[in-house]
Each structure stands twice: as C-alpha cells, then as structure tokens.
C-alpha cells in the first residue's frame, strides 16, 4: 500500500461537527433550549422514588427491644410454645387457644437446639434450655392426655 491509497482510505471516514452554539455567560436553560429544539426532546424527568417507610422506634407503647441472646432466644420460643399449649394469651388474639401440634413443633424445636448446642452452652443458658424443655414437655403430656 503506497501513500496515496492511506490517505485514500483516511479519506473514507466521516466527519463529526458540532454545531451547537454556545453563548458565553448564557445559562444552562437557554442552552438546553437551543438544544432541544435540533435534538430529539428529552425522556421525561423521573421523580425519586420515596424512601422505604422505617419502623417506628420502640417508644413506651413498645418497651425497649431487649438484647438478642441465647437466653432471650429460649425464653421466645418458650413463650410461643406456651401460647400454643394455651397457657398464655397471644396478644394478637385475646381468647385463648389450644393448638397442641403447633406446640409440639415449638417443644421438638427446642429439642433439636438442645442436642446441637450441647457442648457450646454456659452453665446458665444450659440449665435455662434443659428447664424450659422439661416444663414444656409436662405440659404437653398433660394436655395431650386429657384431651
């Protein structure tokens, strides 16, 4: 390829020319006017979308929310078992009601965290998992056999 068929090929391309007009000291609006007008108008603007409504704080209504331990842990699935066995009132639903496989699902549960915890526990959450266990599933025989 000689010097004559580069400047050929060069040649070929096509050229960009920018023919916006651009005013020194004109604002930003006037610009995008003049631009508006040649270019295609533009998509029209979206609104930000409003942010995910937070939960309230816990206030007095509420009580402060506890420190999540193990212990703390036990205790709610203790309280839910309790509440299936109908030992306590859901606060949901203030009349008190029995659902004894529900209750069995919570007592097996707490089962199954006593094998796969042993070993791991404190003195303190071993005893607090081993009593509630125990209190539960008293509980559940006891109802289960009168009916």
Known sequence: MG???EEETQGRGFKVSDRRRF???AD???EGEAASTRAEPA????????A???PPPPGPEHGPVPEMTFSAFVISLTTQALMHLGEIADPQH???GRD???AKQMIDLLG???DKTKGNLDTAEEQLLGDMLYDLRMRYVELSRAG
């Open 3 to 5: 010097r004559d068929d």
């Open 23 to 25: 005013v020194e000291g």
């Open 28 to 30: 930003a609006d006037t």
């Open 43 to 50: 998509p029209p603007r979206r609104e930000p979308e409003p």
């Open 52 to 54: 995910p409504a937070e």
């Open 94 to 96: 203030p009349d008190v």
């Open 100 to 102: 004894l496989p529900a």
């Open 112 to 114: 199954i965290l006593s």
